[in-house]
């Protein structure tokens, strides 16, 4: 059977998963699922993902959620090159740091600058206050000080001359903000410069494609929310601004 990838580009953990799949010639079939709309919480989807989240991966019988965990299952079944996991004990223990770390530290603040200046407006009808919005570029500024001192260093890639799993979960967390219309990158000449290097291995065509949605600001902005999915989701956005 054709595996199937469950995606939504709009989520940084589904575009890594995209990315990794097109730049190494996995063949799948893609659901896509747009979380914007509440197509997670539909008992069709349900049935795939008690967890209503998305990424999924159903390879014939065998279901498995978690962006890391569909990562590493890929790069086994299908035997990647092994700079996306390098065989090296202490080389993929980088790797695994830096998965552990980003989880907790970088993805909650890059995702909180899409939520707090576009996802949220879109269901609450508001803008939020601004000093939200700075607290949030805050946290997000020293987690990219962590990035660039603890785990880039002045290493062309995380973990060393090729480009690894670490690299490609990074980038799509540092493009999250980008489609808020805040640059991630802007006056981190080191972290620019990974950026390109990051983009032409993986083929800039291919990265614009898994990047289309989240770089289209008007088309965020103009998502249609079904009216029970604010229903549902008001007293967690209130919640986030408290």
Known sequence: M?????????????????????????????KSIEMLKGQVFSEEFNKINILRKVPVLKDGD??????????????????????????DMKKRA????FLAWQHSNL??????????????????????????VQDALEELN???????????????FMIGNEISLADLVAVVELMQPVGAGWDSFEG???????RKRVELTLGKELFLE?????????????????????????????????
Request: proline residues 9%; charged residues 25%.
């Open 62 to 87: 065998f279901t498995l959620e978690e962006s890391t965990a569909i990562l590493l299952y890929l790069t086994r079944k299908y035997n990647t090159p092994s700079h996306w996991y390098p065989p």
């Open 107 to 132: 993805r909650p603040c890059a995702s909180k600058i899409l939520w707090l200046r576009v996802v949220i407006p879109l269901f609450l009808g508001q803008q939020v206050p601004s000093e939200k």
């Open 142 to 156: 020293i987690a990219l000080q962590k990035l660039e001192e603890k785990f880039l260093q002045d290493r062309p």
């Open 94 to 97: 980088r790797v695994d740091e």
């Open 188 to 194: 981190r000449p080191r972290l620019q410069e990974w």
């Open 2 to 30: 054709v595996l199937e990838l469950y995606l939504d580009l709009l989520s940084q953990p589904c575009r890594a998963v995209y990315l990794f799949a097109k730049k190494n010639n996995i063949p799948f079939m893609m």
């Open 210 to 242: 898994a990047h289309g949605r989240i770089l289209n600001a008007q088309e965020l902005r103009n998502i249609a929310i079904d009216p029970p999915l604010k229903a549902q989701m008001k007293p967690m956005l209130l919640k986030m601004l408290k």
